[in-house]
Nanobody, 122 residues
Framework: QVQLVESGGGLVQPGESLRLSCAAS????????MGWYRQAPGKQRELVAR?????????NYADSVKGRFTISRDNAKNTVYLQMNSLKPEDTAVYYC??????????????WGQGTQVTVSS
């Protein structure tokens, strides 16, 4: 199986920054995409950012975080990062790492981290 370990969440004031990390390990042939999702109380889980693993870089961001958040990768470490700048109270949520994995030829699977809490409050 695949394990995703997240770190970097915490409590910050508006305007401050955090960097989240997610490291993937386990049994798989390769990783296709990794991304960050978030879920606030009473709201649906939403995509924050995603990035392809391997090859040229291709990224996708939610409109609400464009210009403030940056997703990046370290393929040698099977790790992705989410740099979150200019944080706002509406960014408060549990952030989940996701990996779309090539398990074997013709078979893909999605895996999720345990989640890390980000709270933005004065």
């Amino acid at each position: 199986q695949v394990q995703l370990v997240e770190s970097g969440g915490g409590l910050v004031q508006p305007g401050e920054s955090l960097r989240l990390s997610c490291a993937a390990s386990g049994s798989f042939f390769s990783i296709n995409f990794m991304g960050w999702y978030r879920q606030a109380p009473g709201k649906q889980r939403e995509l924050v950012a995603r990035i392809n693993i391997g090859g040229g870089t291709s990224t996708n961001y939610a409109d609400s975080v464009k210009g403030r958040f940056t997703i990046s990768r370290d393929n040698a470490k099977n790790t992705v990062y989410l740099q979150m700048n200019s944080l706002k109270p509406e960014d408060t949520a549990v952030y989940y790492c996701n990996a779309n994995v090539q398990r074997r030829i013709g078979v893909r699977g999605d895996y999720w981290g345990q989640g890390t809490q980000v709270t933005v409050s004065s």
